[in-house]
């Protein structure tokens, strides 16, 4: 391309004076596959990749057994399509290298993002109280939260141990109520594999089967 902007050059059309030609030129010369089209495909593919390979771990971490698969097979398929046109291409085609990195980031945060959104799964929150229990529970019966509490004794001595399960999407509302009861409540929030069974608000049968496999009573 040089070269031919030389003669270009050369023919009496200095640079300036006739911007048409050298742009023409430029769009007649340049490898829009090489640097252009095929970094951006193995770009896409890879958010693609990395993305669906994040919603895999979070599904087979949650025991579902169709699902699950089904994304590692697109997961692998993409992989390889995309490292087959990369070393197809490695020479002089070091775009594609640096699409190929961008897009493994960017499919992390993408992944991160979605499974953020989605929220599926099921929590158990602990709540530790050395007075009042029964106001949380009462609060969050209200909302229609199954509770169970024990007795128990920390080292500043007797507290009420207060336990409820919930769906991740609803873990907030939780958290306020327990702010809104006792600002200063200890309380921690660990994740479940599976629920059976358990007293939960009154939601669609639809979400319930999507995030717990079955319908819960």
């Known amino acids: 391309m040089v070269k031919q902007y030389a003669c270009f050059l050369r023919a009496g059309r200095p640079y300036g004076k006739d911007l048409s030609g050298v742009y023409n030129l430029v769009m007649e010369t340049f490898d829009w596959y090489t640097w252009g089209i095929l970094p951006l495909i193995v770009f896409l593919a890879r958010v693609t990749d990395v993305t669906l390979g994040t919603m895999r ?3 087979v971490s949650r025991g579902r057994k169709i699902i699950a698969p089904l994304l590692g097979f697109v997961e692998v398929f993409i992989w390889i399509t995309v490292v087959s046109q990369i070393v197809g291409s490695a020479k002089n085609n070091f775009p594609a290298y640096l699409a190929y990195a961008a897009g493994f980031a960017v499919g992390n945060y993408f992944g991160m993002v979605l499974e953020d959104k ?26 229609g939260y199954g509770v169970t509490y024990v007795d128990g004794y920390g080292v500043n001595g007797p507290v009420q141990v207060i336990y409820t399960i919930v769906m991740r999407k609803e873990l907030p509302e939780v958290v306020e109520i327990i702010h ?6 200890f309380y921690t929030v660990e994740e479940l594999r599976s629920v059976q069974q358990g007293v939960f608000p009154v939601r669609p049968a639809r979400v319930q089967s999507e995030l717990f496999g079955k319908k819960l009573k």
């Open 57 to 59: 771990i979070i599904f």
């Open 118 to 143: 989605l929220a599926i799964g099921t929590l158990v929150v602990r709540a530790f109280l050395s007075k009042d229990g029964a106001s949380l529970v009462k609060n969050l019966h209200e909302k």
């Open 180 to 185: 809104e009861t006792h600002p200063k409540t």
